[in-house]
C-alpha cells in the first residue's frame, strides 16, 4: 500500500550549518510532494511544495529536490537558525490531495 | 484570522462519552481534510470533502466516526462511544484546488480518560 518514509527521525546541526531531510515513497500515483514544519503546539505548516514534472525548487534558504524514477525526494535547510527547529514531515500526495505523511524529523539547531 | 480554526483546543473525557469538534476552513477553500495525529507521528488521513460531499474515508475511520460538512462551510466530526485509543491531536486542514497545498488548523486534542 501507501508508504512514505523519512529520515533521519532527529537530526541535530550547529547554527550555520545546513540539514537535509530524506524521504521516499511508493505510491507512483503521487504527483505532489509537500513539506512541513510543525512547532508544538501547532498544526503543521507549509513551507515548500514541489510538483512531479520539476525536479528542484528553491525558497531562500529552503530547498526540495525530487527524483521521480527513484522515488525519492529531500528538503535542505542551508544556514541553519535555531528558529529552525521543529518537526518536520515530508507528503506524497496524488492529484486528489490526499496526503500521506512521513513519520517526522525533529531537528534540533544548537547556537 | 483567516486561517483555519478549529474548536475546541482541548478536549478530555470520559471513556465512553461521544464527543465534536468542529472546523471553519479558509473561506474560499471548497476541500477541507481530517486527520489523526498520535504523539510521534506524522497526521494520518481520515476523510476528506468537497464542498459539502465526503469523497473519501479511511479505512482508520471506523462505524463510530463521522464527519459532515453542511452547505459547504463548516465541518464536524464526531466520535460516538470514545475509547482509550481515540486519544490523539485531530487536525483539520482545507485547500483551494486539486493537490494544492494544505493550511491546517492548531488541531483540537483529544483525550479520552
Known amino acids: 500500500g501507501e508508504n512514505v518514509e523519512q529520515h533521519p527521525s532527529t537530526l541535530s546541526v550547529q547554527e550555520g550549518d545546513s540539514a537535509v531531510i530524506k524521504c521516499t515513497y511508493s505510491d507512483s500515483a503521487s504527483n505532489y510532494f509537500p513539506w512541513y514544519k510543525q512547532e508544538l503546539g501547532k498544526g503543521p505548516q507549509l513551507i515548500i511544495d514541489i510538483r512531479s514534472n520539476v525536479g528542484e525548487k528553491k525558497d531562500q534558504r529552503i530547498a526540495v529536490t525530487l527524483n521521480k524514477t527513484a522515488k525519492h525526494f529531500s528538503l535542505h535547510i542551508t544556514e541553519t537558525q535555531p528558529e529552525d527547529s521543529a518537526v518536520y514531515f515530508c507528503a506524497a500526495g496524488d492529484s486528489w490531495g490526499k496526503l500521506q505523511f512521513g513519520a517526522g524529523t525533529q531537528v534540533v539547531v544548537t547556537p | 484570522d483567516t486561517g483555519v480554526s478549529q474548536n475546541p483546543r482541548h478536549k478530555i473525557t470520559k471513556r465512553g462519552q461521544n464527543v465534536t469538534f468542529r472546523c471553519d476552513p479558509i473561506?474560499?477553500?471548497?476541500?477541507l481534510y481530517w486527520y489523526r495525529q498520535t504523539l510521534g507521528q506524522g497526521p494520518e488521513f481520515l476523510t476528506y470533502f468537497q464542498n459539502e460531499a465526503q469523497l473519501e474515508k479511511s479505512r482508520l475511520l471506523s462505524d463510530r466516526f463521522s464527519a459532515e460538512r453542511p452547505k459547504g462551510s463548516f465541518s464536524t466530526l464526531e466520535i460516538q462511544r470514545t475509547e482509550q485509543g481515540d486519544s490523539a491531536m485531530y487536525l483539520c486542514a482545507s485547500s483551494p484546488d486539486r493537490g494544492g497545498g494544505y493550511t491546517f488548523g492548531s488541531g483540537t486534542r483529544l483525550t479520552v480518560v
Open positions: 473561506s474560499e477553500h471548497n476541500r
